[in-house]
């Protein structure tokens, strides 16, 4: 890979970061406490204003990274809100307010 393609697509990362970072943050405050799918979530920020239309892609994707750095587990699954489809339930591993 030659140097310009290196820093095209380091610009390119750059300036999609705060927005990735800017979507984790309203799923996680979306989320909450509660055990949600994808499509659930979208319909929430759909109804919120939070994002023009429902489009599950603005959550999955997200909800995979925030999985992967151990913030969020699927702890099992449901039917899809608009399909037949079964999708994963999603959670805090560590819940927000814990009893004391």
Known sequence: MN???KETRR?????????V????RLILETLGDRQMTAS???EELV???KIPYFNRNYVAPRLTELKDIGVLETVGRRKATRS???EAV???????HESR
């Open 21 to 24: 970072k800017k979507r984790s």
């Open 40 to 42: 659930e979530i979208t």
């Open 3 to 5: 140097s310009i393609t």
């Open 47 to 49: 109804a919120a204003g």
């Open 90 to 96: 999603w959670a805090r591993k560590e819940p927000l």
């Open 11 to 19: 610009e390119s990362y750059d300036a999609i970061l705060p927005k």
């Open 84 to 86: 037949d489809a079964t």
